[in-house]
């Protein structure tokens, strides 16, 4: 009963093991293969605006895909940036400036300048000089074409709790730190191995 149990049992969740175990691998090495290059679907910005620049005769909506410009008729003029989070646009001494995930680009003529290649939160202007809040950085100010670090901010840390300590420990990180990668190669690659030829065990043994 018991063996017939497991042989079933294990029958079942041979596909279930298999997803999981691709998809852990996925989850670890997914940026370094590629994985979000792979779209399904065209993204849609709607209902993901998180900031707000009024201009003559419209105004620009930033989100996670991009800019958006529209008409003060509520008409969609162009879209640029696509595939950026847009964390701020401001219009800083006559010039647009958008703070993406991906650093600071400014508009000029026609096309958007990459300035700074970090992951900027916002940017400001006083006395002609751009500031920035770069994530994981500090307040950055440009300073003869060069940026000038002004106050470096240390990386918050929140209360550590069961829960986290749960997903660590699921992950791997608990005991492997940066290397959590290992762990979960190890977990994917078996539960990859056990799915296939528990498979094929019971099939050769049926045939």
């Known amino acids: 009963m018991w063996r017939k149990l497991h042989l079933w049992g ?10 999981v175990g691709v998809s852990t691998l996925f989850i670890a090495h997914g940026e370094a293969w590629g ?19 009024p201009v003559t005769d419209g105004y620009w909506l930033a989100g996670k895909y991009g800019l958006t410009l529209f008409n003060s008729a509520g008409e969609k003029q162009q879209h640029v940036l696509p595939d950026i989070d847009v964390r701020a ?5 006559g010039q647009l400036y958008a703070a993406t995930k991906m650093g600071l680009y400014q508009l000029q003529g026609s096309d958007w300048t990459q300035l700074y290649s970090e992951d900027i939160s916002d940017v400001a202007s006083q006395d002609g000089q ?27 840390k929140s209360a550590y709790d069961l829960n986290k300590l749960m997903k660590h420990l699921h992950t791997g990180e608990a005991l492997l730190g940066k ?17 296939v030829t528990g498979i094929w065990l019971w099939w050769r043994r049926s045939a």
């Open 89 to 93: 646009v401001r219009q800083l001494d």
């Open 130 to 156: 751009l500031w920035l809040l770069a994530k994981d950085q500090g307040v950055l100010v440009q300073q003869g074409g060069q940026w000038q670090m002004k106050l470096a901010l240390e990386k918050g």
């Open 179 to 195: 290397y959590d990668w290992i762990w979960m190669d190890l977990l994917g690659f078996y539960l990859i191995v056990f799915s």
């Open 10 to 19: 294990g029958i079942l969740l041979a596909l279930p093991m298999l997803i």
């Open 35 to 53: 994985a979000k290059e792979i779209k399904f679907g065209e993204p849609s910005a709607q209902m993901d605006y998180k900031a707000l620049l």
